[in-house]
């Protein structure tokens, strides 16, 4: 299956969804906006007896930093992701951005002095239930 959602002025994809076997791919334009459509679209395609939870709140973060971060908001920069349900309710998710990378080694992983502060809170959310995470390259692309 696979379904393209619109395109914006400058014709580019604002957002491809497919689905083949157990594997789901996304390609989204760098806008916030993009994201949550991404979410609910791959809440909707899971199975119903699948806690999701972990697994939004993790893509979620992903995708927000790889639009933010790595594509600094540019909307004509693609993110792409990919999906691969392992079974048990275990995911493998594939992140890639066309940003210039981090030193992922630099990343703290501690909670912010005030928790209530939204930035720095991103990887400490992916890491939570990740069993691991890699990063390549420069950290463009995150699995």
Do not use: W
């Not at 299956?1 to 760098?30: D, P, R, W």
């Not at 002095?113 to 990887?123: L, Q, V």
């Amino acid at each position: 299956m696979a379904v393209e959602f619109g395109t914006n002025l400058a014709g580019y994809i604002t957002m491809y969804f497919n689905q083949v076997g157990s594997e789901k791919t996304i390609t989204i334009n760098s806008k916030m906006s993009q994201v949550s459509r991404a979410l609910e679209l791959t809440r909707k395609s899971l199975d119903v007896s699948i806690d999701s939870t972990n697994l939004l709140i993790v893509l979620r973060e992903l995708l927000a930093n790889a639009v933010i971060h790595g594509n600094s908001g540019d909307p004509l920069k693609i993110v792409r992701c990919s999906i691969s349900d392992l079974g048990r309710g275990r995911f493998q998710i594939e992140v890639r951005d066309e940003g210039e990378g981090f030193d992922h080694r630099a990343i703290n992983m501690e909670l912010p002095e005030n928790p209530a502060r939204i930035r720095r809170r991103g990887y400490i959310l992916i890491k939570a239930p990740a069993d691991k995470i890699d990063c390549y390259g420069h950290g463009g692309r995150e699995l």
